[in-house]
Nanobody
Framework: QVQLVESGGGLVQPGGSLRLSCAAS????????MGWYRQAPGKQRDLVAR???????NYADSVKGRFTISRDNAKNTVYLQMNSLKPEDTAVYYC????????????????WGKGTLVTVSS
C-alpha cells in the first residue's frame, strides 16, 4: 500500500520558519506531480504549491516569495520550506502526490497524506 507521511509541522512564531517533509513509500512505480495543500478552519482546501517531476513549480499568490517547494526524487520526498510565516498561514497542511503504483497497474492516481498542523502564533 502506498502511503504519504508528512512531518515537520508544529507551533512557530510569526516571522519564523518551518520545513515540512512528505515521504512516499510503498509499491511505487513513478511519482509525477507532488504538492502541498492547506485547509484552515471553516475554509476549503487550497493549493499551496506544486512541483513536477522535472522541477517546475507553481505557488499560490499568498505564499510566493515566502515558501519554496522542492523534491528529492531518489527519496520520493517533497519538501515545503516556509519562511516569514504569518498567522494566516495557520492550517492543516496536506501532502499530495500523483503517482503510478503497481498495486493498481496502469494509470496515475492521487494520494494524500493525513495532514500536519501548522500553527503560527505568538
Amino acid at each position: 500500500q502506498v502511503q504519504l507521511v508528512e512531518s515537520g509541522g508544529g507551533l512557530v512564531q510569526p516571522g519564523g520558519s518551518l520545513r515540512l517533509s512528505c515521504a512516499a513509500s510503498g509499491n511505487i512505480k513513478s511519482i509525477y506531480n507532488m504538492g502541498w495543500y492547506r485547509q484552515a478552519p471553516g475554509k476549503q482546501r487550497d493549493l499551496v504549491a506544486r512541483i513536477t517531476r522535472s522541477g517546475r513549480t507553481n505557488y499560490a499568490d499568498s505564499v510566493k516569495g515566502r515558501f519554496t517547494i522542492s523534491r528529492d526524487n531518489a527519496k520520493n520526498t517533497v519538501y515545503l520550506q516556509m519562511n516569514s510565516l504569518k498567522p494566516e498561514d495557520t492550517a492543516v497542511y496536506y501532502c499530495n502526490a500523483d503517482l503510478a503504483s503497481a498495486d493498481y497497474g496502469l494509470g496515475i492516481m492521487g494520494y494524500w497524506g493525513k495532514g500536519t498542523l501548522v500553527t503560527v502564533s505568538s
